[in-house]
């Protein structure tokens, strides 16, 4: 039995609802979730805000302070563990203060959210929940994330002034551009061969793993454009590209699968929220993208128009990481309001970053749930990672 409680300054109203408490149990990924972020203030210190231009359909976990404004759209589960202030490694530093923030009145705790704390609703802010909130789950942060036995099989000792991804009559294909030029690859079977003097030669064994040729890059120090081929085509079947660079990354076209798990991505349209429908997981084309110290960034209001993404609604497909940075709009505020940036995979980062202009609509891509596309992928916790009261009858955001 549930027991819902409101009230508005002198009247009170209690509902007792069947229902049930559920417990979801297990080791934390960074890839078990659609969103996973440390800290929701920016870099200039303000609280972010999750707005009614978001949709979310996936597991979310904010480990500090969660903000909402108007009515963003939870489609999973959200965590947080409202903590006040975190450490480097991501930890909890003081005591946590279960409760969220609303644009129209500031934090309110635990205690005093309405109608109740498993479905948090305070005037025009009012999001549309889904699978259900938990707001005590201290002590779980991707800043801590770290690679265990990932070792590359192309190297970049220099910055990269260019990556780029594209299939080609179902052969995986990769621009890697320096201060030397340019060298062009191939994945052919599980070899990775180099393009020399218009023929190809072999340049290192590509590991196999379920049945997934896995190409890993690495770059010592930032990559200033990555990119797709024509359409933003990126990733060809049977391929999984894991791109890891000590610096930022500048994304400056949609990067999107050859064959995508999902027939259709939803988001919203004005205020209809459409789910996604994925139904192709025999789909193995996959995408990690990792910066270990810096942010991965959608470039805009760059002066050289080819650091720009000048798609009004781009397409990233895959998995994108900044456990001590930030994945958001290079300088959000320099330029107008454009279209929707469709994300299927996941988001995981040490500190929020605004999309703007873009409008964030992000679905969680559900073969992550089987391991993440990047390899080495640590737990960040283990045990109880949140505890939602599931009333009898009610139907689940989807």
Do not use: K
């Not at 920016?42 to 609280?47: A, E, P, V």
């Not at 963003?72 to 965590?79: K, N, Q």
């Not at 781009?314 to 505020?333: D, I, K």
Request: hydrophobic share 40%.
């Amino acid at each position: 039995m549930a027991r819902v409680r409101g009230q508005a300054g002198a009247t009170l109203r209690e509902r007792y609802l069947r229902g049930a408490f559920e417990f979801d149990v297990g080791a934390a990924l960074p890839s078990r979730y659609a969103l996973i972020l440390d800290n929701a203030y920016d870099h200039s210190g303000r609280l972010g805000l999750l707005g009614s231009s978001l949709a979310l359909e996936g597991r979310v976990h904010v480990a500090g302070l969660v903000g909402v404004e108007g009515r963003p759209w939870f489609a999973g589960p959200l965590t947080s563990g409202s903590c006040p202030a975190l450490g480097v490694a991501g930890e909890c530093v003081g005591a946590p203060t279960p409760g969220m923030a609303f644009a129209g009145a500031g934090f309110v705790g635990l205690a005093q959210l309405l109608p109740s704390p498993d479905r948090p609703c305070l005037g025009g802010d009012c999001p549309v929940w889904g699978d259900g909130v938990d707001l005590s789950l201290p002590g779980l942060g991707v800043g801590r994330f770290a690679l265990a036995g990932w070792s590359p099989s192309l190297s970049l000792a220099t910055d990269a002034s260019r990556v780029r991804l594209w299939p080609q009559d179902g052969v995986q294909h990769l621009e890697l551009c320096g201060g030397w030029g340019c060298s062009v690859f191939r994945v052919a079977g599980d070899r990775l061969q180099r393009e020399v003097g218009g023929g190809w030669v072999d340049e290192a064994a590509l590991p196999v793993e379920g049945g997934v040729v896995r190409l890993r890059v690495q770059v010592d120090g930032p990559v200033e454009r990555l990119e797709g081929g024509p359409f933003g085509r990126a990733v060809a079947e049977g391929v999984g590209v894991e791109l890891v660079a000590t610096g930022d990354v500048r994304v400056v076209s949609s990067l999107v699968y050859e064959r995508s798990p999902c027939a259709f991505v939803g988001g919203r349209s004005g205020e209809r929220l459409l789910p996604s429908r994925c139904d192709d997981l025999a789909a193995t084309n996959r995408l990690a993208v990792l910066s270990l110290g810096g942010d991965i960034v959608l470039g805009q209001g760059n002066a050289d128009a080819s650091l720009n993404l000048d798609e009004d609604n781009p397409r990233l497909q895959g998995q994108f990481l900044a456990p001590r940075g930030s994945v958001g709009a290079e300088r959000p505020e320099s330029s107008p309001a454009r279209g929707v940036a469709f994300v299927l995979g996941s988001l995981a980062m040490g500190r929020w970053a605004p999309w703007d202009p873009w409008r964030l609509s992000l679905t969680y891509d559900p073969r992550l749930q089987q391991g993440g596309f990047l390899g080495g992928e640590g737990v960040l916790a283990s045990g109880v990672l949140g505890v939602y009261l599931r009333l009898e009858g009610e139907q689940r955001a989807r």
